[in-house]
């Protein structure tokens, strides 16, 4: 059965460094979104992206965050001066059309 | 905008007993409804959906939930749990067009033996 498939799946970075969480949809998918998960928390939506754009973001989809697919296979979350309080898991998913999202296993981000 | 209330944040149970995890949602639009399983330090495993059709819907590992609009409820159920059943669930919802869901806080199910 396709899955997504996220890496790294456990990264470790210092305050200020950029980082780039990479995921591979399901590939037939056209909806890509991205969520994290701080420890202990709920999971919450940051951004949803189709057609090349995005279509919708949270209010913690600030100006350090942005999204891309540099190519047909892979959507990046680039987060580009980490704060301590971006420790947490994220979550890529991808649908279809009019479908249920996957989720990839996560990529637990910590930020030192 | 959609929510979801998931009330019991922690639900212990001794194996091979039933278990209800609770969710209610609020909606002013159609949805979808969804429950997820986390098991520790792992992703979001899909147990079960609601699109639309019969309310009860059957999904992996024995659990099932029933839709109930009247009651804006979608409460997952398992008549006999087993310890590999501990793990953390969540309730979500998207609109009728699977974009941006909503998810719960989180019920932790710790089952015993």
């Known amino acids: 059965e396709p899955e997504v498939t996220q890496t790294p799946s456990h990264q470790v970075t210092q305050m200020g460094q950029e980082v780039i969480l990479r995921c591979v949809p399901i590939?037939?998918?056209?909806?890509f979104y991205w969520y994290r998960q701080i420890l202990g928390q709920k999971v919450e939506f940051l951004v949803s992206?189709?057609?090349?754009?995005?279509?919708?973001k949270s209010e913690i989809f600030d100006d350090q965050f942005s999204v891309e697919r540099p190519d047909g296979s892979n959507f990046t979350l680039k987060i580009r001066s980490t704060k301590l309080e971006d420790s947490a898991m994220y979550f890529c998913?991808?649908?279809?059309?009019?479908?249920?999202?996957?989720f990839g296993p996560g990529t637990r981000l910590l930020v030192l | 905008a959609q929510s979801v209330t998931q009330l019991d944040s922690q639900v212990p149970v001794f194996e091979e007993a039933p278990v209800e995890l609770r969710c209610n949602y609020s909606?002013?639009?159609?949805?979808?409804l969804f429950w997820y399983v986390q098991y520790p330090n792992q992703g979001l495993q899909l147990l079960l959906k609601?699109?639309?059709?019969?309310?009860l819907v059957k999904g992996i590992n024995g659990f099932e939930a029933e839709f109930n609009k009247s009651q804006t409820s979608f409460h997952l159920r398992k008549p006999s749990v087993h310890i590999s059943d501990t793990a953390e669930y969540f309730c979500?919802?998207?609109?009728?067009?699977?974009?941006?869901?909503?998810f719960g806080s989180g019920t932790k199910l710790n089952v015993k033996p």
């Open positions: 979500a919802v998207s609109d009728d067009r699977g974009n941006k869901f909503y």
């Open positions: 992206f189709y057609n090349n754009e995005i279509s919708e």
């Open positions: 609601y699109l639309s059709g019969s309310t």
């Open positions: 590939s037939n998918h056209l909806y």
């Open positions: 998913a991808s649908k279809a059309v009019q479908e249920t999202q996957y």
């Open positions: 909606s002013s639009v159609s949805v979808y």
